[in-house]
């Protein structure tokens, strides 16, 4: 395959990649021209709220192409546009053939929740010391243990102790790939719930969970019904302020709620929404987020 490679300021890029893509490009990406450079301008929003702005100063455009002679034909055409002014043709390469396959595969490695307790995709032997493992392998809902977040929520799980959670009733809100679900059945629960807005992340909750022979009903979030011993709830300060009253009416008296997605300096207004129902508190943290549970 050959890549043509394109420079294009903010205002192109768009009505580029369009162009590119009637151009029957296999792939179209876009990177920012001045990454690492002192150009660059970061583009990062609060979590959950847009970025500042939606483009870079300058980008990098990079179109794939099964042979040389499509990406030439692709840059003559292009450069005959009237968009095309301002941008700038790179070159083309030649994409080296690589086994891309492995290539993803390598870039997810087992991930350590406790010495004893890990994540490991399918295509890797499990450490010798893990006793507890979850089967995952990256796929379209969030959650494989990657994210701190995720990885405070499965050592909370873990800290119970082996079989802890046997006899009592669980509820993952906002379930994802059902991780932390998957890892409350492991560690002893039978009665779980895992619920997600998103109706590709219950799929895959399915899937999971019978990936690892794990027994767990997943649904959209009206499936969540009653009371449970354990409310698990990792997605971000926001909706989490505004499910404050819905969360903890699903904790029993005496039950715990424990939720992650929260960065360290979004603890105080946590506390605060959460005031009329729970007494939070701070219990880990990593890497800037915080994990946050009450004892109801
Ligand atoms: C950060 S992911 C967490 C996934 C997984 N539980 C984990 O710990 O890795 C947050 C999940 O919450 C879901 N979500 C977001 N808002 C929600 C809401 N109001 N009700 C239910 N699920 C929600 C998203 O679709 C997403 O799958």
């Avoid at 990098?60 to 002679?69: C, G, K, M, Q, W």
């Avoid at 890797?124 to 979850?134: D, L, S, T, Y």
């Avoid at 392998?137 to 499965?154: E, K, N, V």
Wanted: aromatic letters at 6%.
């Amino acid at each position: 395959m050959f890549e043509l490679r394109l420079m294009a300021p903010e205002d192109r890029v768009d009505t580029l990649c369009e162009a590119l893509d009637a151009l029957d490009a296999l792939s179209v990406s876009v990177e920012d021209a001045d990454a690492q450079t002192d150009a660059e301008q970061a583009l990062f929003g609060e979590p959950g709220m847009p970025p500042p702005k939606e483009g870079w100063q300058r980008s990098r455009v990079i179109a794939l192409f099964p042979d040389e002679a499509q990406a030439k034909e692709a840059s003559s055409v292009l450069a005959l546009q009237d968009f095309f002014e301002g941008c700038e043709v790179l070159g083309i390469a030649q994409v080296p053939e690589q086994d891309w396959v492995r290539l993803t595969q390598s870039q997810f490695a087992p991930v350590e929740v406790t010495p004893e307790f890990w994540i490991v995709p399918t295509w890797h032997e499990p450490p010798g010391q893990a006793k507890q493992v979850i089967r995952l392998d990256p796929g379209l809902a969030f959650g494989t243990g990657t994210h701190p977040t995720t990885r405070m929520c499965l050592r909370w799980i873990a800290t119970q102790g082996e079989g802890a959670l046997a006899s009592l009733r669980v509820l993952d809100y906002g379930c994802g790939s059902g991780i932390l679900a998957i890892g409350a059945a492991k560690f002893g629960s039978t009665d779980i719930d895992a619920v997600d807005i998103d109706e590709a992340a219950v799929s895959s909750t399915v899937l999971n969970a019978e990936a690892n022979g794990v027994k767990l009903k997943a649904g959209l979030p009206e499936a969540a019904k009653g009371e449970y011993d354990i409310v698990l709830a990792n997605i971000l300060a926001t909706p989490l302020k505004v499910l404050a009253p819905l969360l903890r009416s699903h904790v029993k008296a005496g039950g715990s709620l424990v939720m992650a997605g929260i960065l360290e300096r979004q603890a105080e207004e946590l506390k605060e929404a959460y005031a009329p129902y729970a007494t939070l508190e701070v219990s880990d943290a990593e890497d800037g987020w915080i994990l946050m549970t009450a004892r109801c």
